[in-house]
Structures are given as structure tokens and as C-alpha cells.
């Protein structure tokens, strides 16, 4: 029973990790039991058969789910085999064995995926160095909780380097010389602890980025090549790195409670001092997620009856321009694309944090010039576009096949025989306003400028 209770409070210091609940709302990067899984393998395998099996298991998980994770399973993976070796409970022949089965376990997933078909040589993209880890993760969060107020950080973009403790797990800190003064605390240390910690620091200095900082100093900045700057980028989130250590920290916090040399009840008091102490710290941080939709509301101000009747009776739908994250609002794109997936549309926008730029680029001009130069065979697209953008619909006005309706501040250009424009002609909920089919939008759009309109370019 006794080592069930353990096992239950470590679980629950585990579950209320800050760095856990922190991504709740990013729900593929919730699944930190490969990281725990990684961990247990790591410090309690001791034959090379459950050790593959294990960690090869936790690099196929790492593949369906996240490639950020993949990073985490198969680097622990080769620190396993590593550490087994370093202990001599292998030999070379089952390192080099046992690293070969890990790379082809992961090529073998990601191929029957289909992801080798991906051509990361063109692959773009930006944030390595700002999404990054502040030196001061470990007792200061990123956002205020009923016990803590967050320390400043350089870059907004830094929360993607959360790694707070909790307030239960750093308080063990004021009493740890009590304990050491009375002889009831001793360091703990381990020969496997070598070679994790190895993985750990660097995976933590992959974190912290070229660019170290501390509250809202930046220290110093380490010089790298535009072309290594532009190989990390694809690991732009990295200060999602530091999650190892955290783990780490948070399981030797519960191994020097253990070793403590007190009666067991004085043990178990402070680990429950601790779940309670950050369930009150993490509290905030608990409320805000949503257990329940797991959508993202389109946005505040939508009329959403109306944009599902726009998206209901649409047969083809583009965005104008494509790709971009933000329309009228930030990440709107998340709306426009959750209504899409709703009513079985394909969709060109939506946050895409890495890209192949060349045919991101050839696409955005392949449509423009369609839009332009060739509306005639556009007849059954619906577009949502920006009020500035407008001057490029010019000749798909003079074509004369769509109404262009206005709908909390965004412009939609509808096949004239969408139901949407019988239904809301009928009531007279659009007010019609001549838009010259042979003149330059531009003039249309200076007319309009800060004015709320719905209009038809019926003319």
C-alpha cells in the first residue's frame, strides 16, 4: 500500500507540472508521458531487450503525435544505450545495435506516415532565439498566479520556455539546510545520472537559445552563421526543450524527499504540502483552459449564424491573400479555418509554423493572377478578402458573376447564386452600393474608408 501512496503523490506533482498544464489548448503537445516514459525506461532498464522495445515504443508515439517530441524520445533513446554502456551492462556491439534499431524504428514511422515526401531542404522558418527559455523559468512564471507574480522577460514570445516549479516545490528549498544541518539529508547521487543530465543541460542550453537572457537582460549573444540560425529555425519553439530538466528536477524533488531521514508521515506531509501549495499557485492557470470545446471560437464580434449560412452555401472558398495568420483580427485565420472544416471545405490559410516558401510564394501569385486575369473561371469561389485587397477583384467586378457583401468588416465575394444573397436580398438586409465596373477599385475603396457598409457590386 505504501509504495501505491508514493506512487500516487508523485503522480499528482506530475500531473499539476506547470509546464504540462501550460499547453493545454495545444493539445498534441499535452502528451509529456513520453518524456516520463523515456525517463522511467531510462533509470530502470537493465537489459538491452526491454530497453529497445521500450524506448522504441515511445519514439513510434513520438512520430503519430509531435515531431517536437520526437527530439525528446529518440535523444533519451541513444542516451539509454549510451548510459548502458557507460555502466557496462552492454557492450559497443549492443550500443551500435541498439542505436541502429532507434533510427530505423523512426525512419520506418515516419515513412509509413508519409512525411518523407516533406522537402525540409526548403522548409522556413522564423522565431529561433525568441521563443525561447529565460534563465529565470524555473521560479518565475509567465503569467501571474494567486501566489507569484511573473518576473519580466525579454521577449514576449518566451512562454514557449515555461518551466515554473511551483511555489509547493521551491518552498522545499528553504528547508532543505534544516534537514542538512541535522544530518537527515545527504546528496543524492547516481552514476546514471551522468549521461541523462548530459542530454538534459543541452537539451536546457538548446533552450536558452544563442540569445541568453535573465528577467529582461539579455546577457549576452552568442554569434552563430545566418545558415545554422536558419537550420535551428525549425526547432523555432525550442525553449519547449527545457521540459526535460523540469521533469527532471521536479523527480529528484521527490527522490530527496525519500532519501530524507525522517518518519515516513513527515514525508508524505511535505510532498502533500507541495501538490497543495501549486494547486492553489497553479490555480489561475487551471480555470483559464477549456475542458470542454476543444474549437477556437471564430472570433467575439462574429455573426456566427450568418457566416454559417456563407460557408454552408459556398462550393469552393478562398482566402485573399492566402496564408495569412491574421485578417481583421489576430488569428482569425483559426475561425475562418474551423468553419471550413464544418462544412467539409478546403481552406488556404491557417497557421503553419513551417513552410516550404517557394511554393507558398508560387501559390500566392498563381492566385492573384487568377483573380486578376482570369475570373471567368472563378464563377462558383467564394472569397473572403480585406477592404485594402479589394483593388485586385477589379476584373472580377467587370465579370459581373459575384455580389461583394460586407460581414463584420470583412469582404466577401459571392457567386451570385448563393442562397446567402436570396436570403438576405429578400429581408433587404443589404444596402446596395454601385461599385463602376470599368474604374479602379480604388476609388471604391476610398468611397467605403471607415465607413460600416454591406454592399452588392451589382452596379
Known amino acids: 500500500m505504501k509504495i ?45 531487450n526491454r530497453m529497445v522495445l521500450g524506448q522504441s515504443l515511445t519514439i513510434i508515439a513520438s512520430v503519430l503525435i509531435h515531431p517536437y517530441l520526437i527530439v525528446f524520445a529518440i535523444l533519451l533513446a541513444g542516451a539509454n544505450a549510451l548510459n548502458m554502456l557507460y555502466l557496462k551492462q552492454i557492450k559497443l556491439l549492443g550500443f551500435v545495435s541498439a542505436v541502429v534499431v532507434f533510427g530505423l524504428v523512426l525512419m520506418a514511422t515516419w515513412m509509413g506516415l508519409g512525411n518523407h515526401v516533406l522537402e525540409s531542404s526548403k522548409a522556413v522558418a522564423e522565431g529561433f532565439g525568441l521563443f525561447s527559455s529565460n534563465l529565470n523559468t524555473f521560479w518565475s512564471p509567465h503569467t501571474a498566479t494567486p501566489l507569484v507574480s511573473p518576473m519580466d522577460l525579454v521577449f514576449r514570445e518566451q512562454y514557449e520556455g515555461a518551466a515554473y516549479l511551483g511555489l509547493g516545490v521551491l518552498s522545499f528549498v528553504l528547508v532543505l539546510p534544516y534537514f542538512w544541518l541535522r544530518k537527515q539529508l545527504k546528496p543524492v547521487w547516481e552514476k546514471q545520472f551522468i549521461v541523462f543530465l548530459l542530454l538534459a543541460l543541452s537539451l536546457a542550453a538548446l533552450a536558452v537559445t544563442h540569445i541568453v537572457t535573465f528577467n529582461h537582460h539579455i546577457l549576452f549573444e552568442v554569434p552563430l552563421p545566418q545558415r545554422v540560425l536558419d537550420k535551428l529555425a525549425i526547432l523555432r519553439a525550442s525553449g519547449r526543450y ?40 497553479f490555480y489561475e492557470l487551471i480555470r483559464r483552459n477549456d475542458y470542454v470545446k476543444t474549437y477556437y471560437k471564430p472570433i467575439k464580434s462574429f455573426d456566427e449564424s450568418q457566416w454559417d449560412k456563407i460557408f454552408e452555401g459556398s462550393e469552393q472558398l478562398r482566402m485573399y491573400p492566402s496564408h495569412l495568420t491574421a485578417y481583421q483580427h489576430k488569428s482569425d485565420q483559426m475561425g475562418f479555418s474551423y468553419l471550413a472544416s464544418q462544412y467539409g471545405l478546403s481552406i488556404n490559410t491557417g497557421h503553419l509554423a513551417r513552410f516550404d516558401a517557394d511554393k507558398r510564394r508560387t501559390y500566392g501569385e498563381t492566385l492573384k493572377d487568377s483573380i486578376f486575369n482570369h475570373p471567368l473561371g472563378l464563377t462558383q469561389y467564394t472569397f473572403i478578402t480585406r477592404q485594402k485587397d479589394l483593388k485586385d477583384f477589379i476584373h472580377l467586378v467587370e465579370a459581373d458573376n459575384h455580389s461583394l457583401i460586407e460581414q463584420d468588416g470583412y469582404y466577401i465575394f459571392l457567386p451570385k447564386s448563393h442562397a446567402f444573397l436570396n436570403e438576405v436580398n429578400s429581408k433587404r438586409q443589404i444596402t446596395k452600393v454601385a461599385v463602376p465596373r470599368l474604374e479602379s477599385l480604388d476609388a471604391f475603396v476610398r468611397s467605403t474608408k471607415g465607413r460600416d457598409i454591406s454592399c452588392s457590386c451589382d452596379g
Open 4 to 48: 501505491y501512496t508514493c506512487r500516487l503523490l508523485g503522480s499528482c506533482l506530475f500531473v499539476l507540472s506547470y509546464t504540462f498544464l501550460d499547453r493545454i489548448g495545444h493539445i498534441n503537445l499535452c502528451a509529456h508521458w513520453i518524456l516520463l516514459a523515456g525517463m522511467y525506461i531510462y533509470f530502470s532498464s537493465k537489459s538491452w
Open 242 to 281: 527545457i521540459w526535460l530538466l523540469h521533469y527532471f528536477i521536479l523527480a529528484y524533488y521527490l527522490l530527496l524527499v525519500d532519501k530524507l531521514r525522517v518518519q515516513k508521515w513527515i514525508k508524505y506531509a511535505i510532498v502533500v504540502f507541495a501538490i497543495v501549495i501549486n494547486l492553489v499557485d
